[in-house]
């Protein structure tokens, strides 16, 4: 299959467009899918999805994009994990490997969220450390993906955006740039996300995501399950100006629409991104 670079607009891979993917071959320049769902149980293989991941990946260029990584977590990173997302890796020959910046248990239990960091000098080190190993363990550099979060830290130190940009460079890793994420805490926390996007170096970013988020409670909640909201559009331009031609990826996670819907929103992102480019030209 061989390696090759992510360019244009992809979507997200999952098991109710598989087949329309493998028999249409539909216009997509790439897919991202989710690493877990292709790992297998501990001790097994990935089974029926690794094999449709595996047809699809032999028409188009695919990125791995992980949920358990954990690398913000205190408990040691978990060598069983990432043996297998290694194995993955090789099957796959993905253009891109990520994961969150964030942790998602501690004590070996798995809390099934996304949770954030306090931004300081002690956090900074011990993610990046964790980063480096990482990279070393699978011979690749990876990306970290912002987070949404719905809390901050009484003591961390400095912004969310300071503290992305640090990791990237003392681990030298990329960045996944998740608009949505930046916009809806932006909302949640009150910054102005267009300073966060100023502040990410943008040979760091490998691409971005966007999304569609809900409203709970007086937050705004990253829950993948609705359209993209138009304030995202207009900070994704924004974003497309800053990082010129990276490449985007929807994400929709509840609520699958049909894969046309899907090809839509695909579209607005180009013509976003295309409109956005023409006026920095």
Known sequence: MGSVRLAGVGLGLRPPHYEHVLNRRPAVPWFEAVSENYMGPRGGSGGRPLEKLLAVRRDYPVA?????????????????YLKRLKTLVALVEPAHVSDHLCWTGVDMRNLHDLLPLPYDEGAIEHVASRVRKVQDLLGRRILLENVSSYLSYGHSTMTEWEFVAE???????????????????????????????????????????????????????????????????????????RFGGVPALIEWD????????????????????????????
Do not use: K
């Open 64 to 80: 791995l994009h992980g949920v358990s990584l954990n690398v913000g977590s205190v408990d040691p990173l978990d060598a069983e």
């Open 167 to 241: 990791i990237a460079r003392r681990a030298d890793c990329g960045v996944l740039l998740d608009v949505n994420n930046v916009y809806v805490s932006s909302v949640n926390h009150g910054f102005d996300p267009r300073r966060y996007l100023e502040a990410i170096p943008r040979e760091r970013v490998g691409y971005m995501h966007l999304a569609g988020y809900s409203i709970a409670e007086g937050f705004l909640i990253d829950t993948h399950d609705h359209p993209i909201s138009d304030p995202v559009w207009s900070l994704f331009g924004d974003a497309a100006r």
């Open 254 to 281: 509840g609520n699958i629409p049909a894969f046309e819907r899907l090809e839509a929103e695909a579209r607005r992102a180009r013509e976003v991104a295309d409109g956005a480019l023409a006026v920095a030209a």
